[in-house]
């Protein structure tokens, strides 16, 4: 299948149903918060590397959580027990974008996240889309994720991890606020056994875009997410 060209005059995307084998659908544009929106909106995001033109993604199957299958290892049980970390919400955004950038992860040369991702993401959080979830230990940032919401979906883009499990911790914090709020499904994007370890798992790219047509009709919780709360008092 042909990968197509977009123009940075207009915010049209091609159907995510002509990405490539590989989730390849298109190339070029930009990174302004409203491309984004229209983006996750239709199940498409960016991933590329530094100096590289932007790439447009939309694999088949795609990579979820459905927060009610949410698996808690009995090895995390004590972590939230003896509240080992603290967790906030959308108080240390760029910080925590940055820290996903920094973080080395085996098989990879560098880091997609690069300095125009950082300042799109930047302006959606500032727009009250993007999230970040902050864990803490000692008054220390250790650890965190961030995403962005539209409607009942949470699209995880990356976390990052300086103590053991701090960011398994912040994402199982993540999914129960999510589930209490009554959030349909969280985008893990592509396959990890991290994520899968957790629950995540694949449907097809098909049912995927059938979940974001009926999010169409959901209100999203824009604005800072700081008064959510900063223990999980969940067992």
């Known amino acids: 299948m042909p990968i197509f060209w977009l123009s940075e005059q207009n915010l049209v995307f091609p159907n995510p149903e002509l990405a490539d084998p590989e989730g390849v659908l298109a190339i070029g544009g930009d990174l302004s918060p409203q491309r984004l929106l229209k983006a996750y909106s239709m199940g498409i995001f960016p991933w590329f590397g530094p100096g590289e033109p932007i790439l447009w993604w939309s694999p088949d199957p795609r990579f979820v959580l459905f927060p009610d299958e949410l698996k808690v290892a ?122 899968a370890s957790l629950g995540a798992r694949s449907i097809p790219r098909k049912k995927f875009l059938a979940y974001l047509k009926e999010n169409e009709q959901e209100r999203t919780l824009k604005g800072n997410w700081g008064g959510w709360g900063q223990e999980d008092e969940e067992r």
């Open 74 to 195: 009995r090895s995390m049980r004590p972590y939230f027990n003896q509240r080992k970390f603290e967790i906030t919400f959308d108080q240390q955004f760029e910080t925590v974008i940055r820290q996903c950038a920094a973080q080395y992860r085996p098989g990879q040369g560098g880091t997609w996240i690069t300095k125009g991702m950082i300042k799109g993401y930047a302006h959606l959080h500032e727009m009250g889309y993007a999230h970040s979830v902050e864990v803490l230990q000692d008054g220390h940032l250790v650890g965190g994720l961030y995403g962005i919401a539209l409607g009942r979906i949470f699209f995880g883009e990356s976390m990052f991890a300086k103590a053991s499990n701090a960011s398994k911790f912040g994402f199982i914090a993540l999914v129960r606020q999510l589930r209490r709020r009554g959030f349909r499904l969280i985008d893990c994007q592509q396959e990890t056994s991290h994520l």
